[in-house]
């Protein structure tokens, strides 16, 4: 269950502005059906920040019934405090998660034992196993190495840790926690350095998942010559891509749309695209084919 390429779903909305529950469920599918490892929801790939108590609660039915027992699911749970934060994980619990990534509350400028305390109350609440979204660049904090070994052996069910970085540092944070599940994202950079580091998966957008399950699982079989082919192949992409968290929910999602055959319409505050950039997204769509 704790290996493996994780896509996170997009939120898809409709033009009066409510979630489109067929464009949803349509992406879920595919992530099932091509297969993903795994399928994730809510993280900032989620537009999570955009999204109100109700609809993040929505998305995470959603997801649930259409996985099933198919795949492992991973729910992001975001809170700015420990009874949101818990609450959100009771649910995501009952409605059949299989493991939570816990993002830290938005206040910056606190030490890193502020941090340190929240993730621990909130995983004294649950039973399920947790992972950390340890994202400074995106997310503005963070904690070290050495705070999240002190963490796990604290808190029995944190055994997974969600990164956000290079391959080097993410060799660094398994070197100081070899006991832990590392995955890393970045919309899939650095993939066969990521495992060769140790990274037991990604959890990335559903633009080019696809194409990442097969390099995996060609690396996980001694394969990797195919890994490093099929990893050349999709990193244009990746690179046009992740130039920003708001620039992949721009483009990435329309990537995955043209690749769904559905349509796209933001939520503000978004960034706009561009004639330019959608005729990028475009041609990278057609070179990754359709996901049915």
């Not at 795949?71 to 299989?98: K, M, Y």
């Not at 904690?143 to 796990?152: G, H, K």
């Not at 990746?238 to 990435?252: A, T």
Request: net charge negative; aromatic share 8%; glycine share 8%.
């Amino acid at each position: 269950m704790f290996s493996g390429i994780y896509p996170i779903v997009y939120a898809f909305f409709a033009a009066d502005g409510a979630l489109d529950r067929a464009a949803m469920r349509r992406q879920i599918r595919a992530c099932v059906a091509n297969p993903a490892h795994g399928v994730a929801a809510l993280g900032l790939a989620t537009e999570v920040g955009k999204l109100s108590a109700a609809e993040k609660r929505t998305i995470i039915e959603w997801v649930a019934q259409e996985v099933g027992a198919a795949r492992p699911l991973a729910v992001t749970i975001s809170g700015d405090s420990v009874d949101e934060q818990a609450d959100l994980a009771a649910f995501a619990a009952a409605a059949g998660a299989d493991w939570l990534i816990l993002q830290p509350p938005r206040e910056r400028d606190r030490p890193e034992s502020h941090y340190f305390d929240f993730f621990a109350e909130v995983m004294a609440r649950t039973d399920l196993p947790c992972a950390i979204q340890n994202a400074p660049e995106y997310l503005g904090v963070g904690l070290t190495p050495q705070a999240i070994a002190r963490l796990a052996l604290l808190r029995r069910n944190f055994v997974l840790l969600k990164g956000e970085g290079p391959a080097v540092r993410m060799r660094e944070v398994i070197e100081a926690n070899p006991g832990m599940a590392v995955f890393n994202g970045r919309g899939g950079l650095e993939l066969p350095d990521n495992l060769r580091a140790g990274c037991a998966g990604m959890i990335i957008g559903v633009d080019s998942f696809d194409w990442q399950a097969r390099a995996f699982d060609a690396w996980r079989r001694g394969d990797h010559g195919e890994a490093d082919r099929l990893y050349a192949a999709l990193l244009p992409g990746v690179v046009f891509m992740m130039q920003s968290i708001d620039h992949l929910v721009c483009y990435g999602k329309r990537i995955a749309a043209l690749r769904l055959g559905v349509d796209v319409h933001d939520r503000a505050p978004a960034l706009a695209p561009t004639a330019f950039g959608l005729e990028a997204a475009r041609r990278f769509a057609a070179a990754l084919g359709p996901l049915a």
